[in-house]
């Protein structure tokens, strides 16, 4: 069977998807598609792409049942310009293979991220993680990120200050924060970057990482258009429910009572109306 090529990722090769302030991501390259799953899928039969209907049930059905390895045959590597910040809670996921800029080989830039106003939230009350939904008034928060302006500029100015020394570029960047931006080249497979896109499109996820998972989600909707359909329908939007909450969902269905009550009536009803 041939090279997959996708009309639409073609277009969109190099095209950088602007996230953050000053970050971005795009497509370098990318091998297989959604016929390449299908294909990988078939290969025990012999058999090849058939009607596009048939395909699109036969991708569905090897997501729905975690037939994941057919996934795995569809590969991505992106260029991602990133905050330091995003990028440790990003190399967590460790399935994917990647090379940075060395702060040791290059003079840094002087790019650090700085938040919007509407992104300058008190600590929530009810998620020690996360910030409140309500941001600062107007004033306040253009203070708080002028402050954060200030601190990014003398740590710069020191920086290039040791450099300009003679000190070398492993010993000087040290005290950089964690807003500076970084890039590297990310590759992954189609199954592990669902996994990624999953926990860091989610609104568990701190926004400055999931801005970036919903432009690699864009971009891979042009690779493997039907995947990605079948993983909204199944990861994104489906639900997992424990035992007791399937006793509940058959109450529930039976007209009775759910059964449950307190926190894990609390949870139940959270995932139900996709609120966890
Ligand atoms: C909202 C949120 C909050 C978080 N908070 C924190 C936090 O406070 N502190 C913190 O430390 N982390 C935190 N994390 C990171 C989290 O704990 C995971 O490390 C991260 O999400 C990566 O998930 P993963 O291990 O499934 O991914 P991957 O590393 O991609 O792993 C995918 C799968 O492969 C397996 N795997 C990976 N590497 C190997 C290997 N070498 N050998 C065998 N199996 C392997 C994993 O077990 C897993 O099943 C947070 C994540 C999210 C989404």
Redesign the pocket.
């Known amino acids: 069977m041939a090279h997959c090529i996708s009309a639409a990722a073609e277009a969109i090769l190099d095209k950088e998807y602007k996230v953050l302030d000053k970050g971005f991501v795009r497509l370098v390259d990318y091998m297989g598609n959604d016929s390449r799953i299908v294909q990988a899928a078939r290969v025990s039969y012999g058999d090849g792409t058939k009607s596009y209907r048939e395909d699109s049930g036969l991708i569905d059905y090897l997501l729905r049942n975690e037939h994941t390895s057919p996934f795995e045959q569809v590969i991505f590597t992106f260029h991602v310009k990133l905050p330091i910040f995003v990028a440790r809670?990003w190399v967590?996921?460790?399935?994917?293979r990647l090379n940075e800029i060395s702060g040791r080989y290059s003079v840094m830039k002087d790019e650090f991220y700085l938040p919007l106003p509407e992104d300058m939230a008190p600590q929530s009350d009810d998620n020690k993680?996360a910030r409140a939904s309500e941001p600062f008034p107007d004033d306040d928060a253009r203070e708080m990120i002028s402050a954060l302006e200030a601190g990014q500029k003398r740590a710069f100015a020191d920086y290039s200050a040791l450099i300009g020394k003679g000190l070398a570029r492993e010993v000087a960047r040290i005290n950089l924060p964690l807003s500076l931006y970084t890039e590297w080249y990310w590759q992954i497979d189609l199954h592990?970057l669902f996994?990624?896109l999953r926990?860091?499109m989610?609104g568990?996820?701190?926004k400055e990482?999931r801005v970036y998972a919903d432009a690699m989600f864009e971009i891979a909707k042009a690779v493997c258009p039907q995947a990605c359909d079948s993983f909204e329908k199944h990861l994104v939007a489906g639900r997992n429910f424990s035992g007791p909450e399937m006793d509940a969902l058959r109450n529930l269905l039976d007209g009775k009572e759910s059964g449950l009550s307190g926190k894990p009536e609390e949870r139940f009803k959270a995932k139900l109306f996709k609120q966890d």
Not at 92 to 96: E, G, K, N
């Open positions: 809670q967590r996921h460790r399935t994917a993680q592990n996994r990624f926990l860091r989610d568990h996820a701190q990482i």
